[in-house]
């Protein structure tokens, strides 16, 4: 009865840590030229797997692009995406959605600017 008491508090404190060092990839707005959705994610997604960030350190950690905005919207005009990096394995990542939105010649509809 101990052990498995031990093996259930090992697993609830194990879960608690892991769920403390992952993080969601925040998905930001971009509005792309074309109409074509499919298309532009695929570039999109091309885009970010292959920019090589300023800090070597930084390894690719995953990409998405869906057609419209956060609420589906502007499909035509608009996708969510995401473009991470990480050089610990992922808890602490950084995105680039500047750099490959201006490589695929979409603009940031959200807070984000280009200089």
């Known amino acids: 009865m101990k052990f498995t008491a031990a ?17 969601d990839d925040k998905l930001e707005v971009v509005n792309y030229p074309g109409g074509n959705a499919t298309a532009f994610c695929a570039e999109w997604k091309s885009a ?4 090589k960030p300023a ?10 692009c869906r057609a419209g905005n956060i609420t589906l919207q502007n499909r035509d005009t608009q996708a969510s995406v995401t473009c991470s990096f990480s ?10 959605f500047v750099e490959v939105a201006e490589e695929t010649g979409a603009t940031l509809y959200g807070p984000w600017t280009s200089d």
């Open 7 to 23: 093996i259930t508090t090992l697993a609830v404190v194990t879960t608690a840590f892991a769920q403390t060092c992952v993080q």
């Open 48 to 51: 970010c797997q292959n920019y």
């Open 55 to 64: 800090n070597t350190s930084l390894v690719f950690t995953g990409t998405n």
């Open 87 to 96: 050089a610990d394995g992922g808890c602490h990542k950084a995105a680039f």
